[in-house]
């Protein structure tokens, strides 16, 4: 199985500011990328595809870049409804598997 | 609007079955595939494993030998059987469609269903 590693595992962040959060996988996987936001007690919300497609919907605030092995996700200026845990997840083989998760917690 | 709907038990004894199903709505199930994810208490998201409308299917290879998913098409339901149930087991179990056409993603969830394996 491709393992993924997300960095860092959480994050504190004020309205306004920028974050990253990257993530690796433990091999190439080309741009067979998503991330999804998840809320306590919530689904995933799947974000972004290919790396860097934004699902239909999602505020252009949220970016994803990276190809390979090392991807990011950029929230460009962090909104109050954005604090939230974030995941990757590779689908380049299977099974498709996700990244540990990283918390976005305020300031 | 696709919606998806978790129905089952939310306790299973140790060695019995866990049964679930999903209920589809605004979709026909045609349209992709369907599949099984689950979370165990503050880890991350591990995929079960998916069927085609035809009821073709692929495991997770380290569930595999525990796991049967199935298809109602005329219910516009698919269901998962895992056997042998232990505490490991224990997690929120989401059903997900596949994003159609993009790509092994999942982009309609249901919310979830708590399943705990507890004598």
């Known amino acids: 199985d491709i393992q993924m590693t997300q960095s860092p595992s959480s994050v504190s962040a004020s309205v306004g500011d920028r974050v990253t959060i990257a993530c690796r996988a433990s091999q190439d996987i080309s741009d067979w990328l998503a991330w999804y936001q998840q809320k306590a007690g919530k689904a995933p919300k799947f974000l972004i595809y290919a790396a860097s497609t934004l699902q239909n919907g999602v505020p252009s605030r949220f970016s994803g870049s990276g190809s390979g092995t090392d991807f990011t996700l950029t929230i460009s200026s962090v909104q109050p409804e954005d604090f939230a845990t974030y995941y990757c997840?590779?689908?380049?083989?299977?099974?498709?598997?996700f990244g540990q998760g990283t918390r976005l917690e305020i300031k | 609007q696709v919606q998806l709907q978790e129905s089952g038990p939310g306790l299973v004894k140790p060695s019995e079955t866990l049964s679930l199903t999903c209920t589809v709505s605004g979709d026909s199930m045609r349209s992709s595939y369907w599949s099984w994810i689950r979370q165990p208490p503050g880890k991350r998201l591990e995929w079960i494993g998916f069927i085609s409308y035809s009821g073709s299917t692929n495991y997770s290879p380290s569930l595999k030998s525990r796991i049967t998913i199935s298809i109602d098409t005329s219910k516009n339901q698919f269901s998962l059987d895992l056997d042998s149930v232990t505490a490991a087991d224990t997690a929120v179990y989401y059903c997900?469609?596949?994003?159609?056409?993009?790509?092994?993603?999942?982009?309609?969830w249901g919310q979830g269903i708590l399943l705990t394996v507890s004598s």
């Open positions: 997840q590779q689908a380049n083989s299977f099974p498709p598997t």
């Open positions: 997900a469609r596949r994003a159609p056409e993009v790509g092994y993603y999942f982009d309609y």
